[in-house]
């Protein structure tokens, strides 16, 4: 299984660059964006493999995706994908040569089902991240992001 820590120490200036002077009024800095990248990568990864290993286990029947307070993280990664050649590198050095694509989520859900996903999405981010992924994921506007890694 990827590590989280080897995923934080990649770095890519020129996307970091990038996204520094495409989103000037981002609510996180570019450091911080890419840096929740990676985390949010890492944790789709695990989640895919353990939902792969675990199939009727309920509480990883949920979408690993982004929600629209996790804007500034989609954007990094818009700016990555801009970098065709890095990430598809990137994804070959870190991701065992798996491409982590983006897809946007074309199924609608119910209300009901909404609240299903996003709790045991929450609880999953929780458990693997920590409280401060949470709140950094989705309550940045009242909560400073740390540098600490992810955990």
């Keep these: 299984m990827l590590n ?21 009024l981002a609510k996180m800095n ?14 789709c990864t695990k989640h895919k493999t353990e939902l792969q290993q ?9 979408y690993c995706s982004m929600h629209d307070e996790m804007k500034d993280i989609d954007n990094m990664w818009h700016t990555f994908l ?21 897809c946007p989520l074309s199924e609608t859900l119910s209300r009901d089902e909404y609240e299903v996903d996003l709790t045991r999405y929450l609880s999953y981010i929780y458990d693997n991240l920590g409280e401060e ?9 009242d909560h400073e992001s740390t540098a600490a890694p992810a955990t």
């Design 4 to 24: 989280s820590n080897q995923l934080l120490t990649y770095k890519n200036n020129n996307v970091i660059a990038r996204y520094e002077q495409d989103f000037p």
């Design 30 to 43: 570019a450091n911080d964006a890419f840096r929740e990248l990676m985390k949010y990568i890492w944790l």
């Design 54 to 62: 675990r199939p009727d286990d309920s509480s990883l029947h949920f």
């Design 82 to 102: 801009l970098f065709t050649l890095d990430y598809h590198q990137f994804c070959h050095d870190y991701l065992d040569g798996n491409f982590f694509h983006h």
């Design 133 to 141: 992924t949470v709140l950094t994921w989705f309550d940045h506007e």
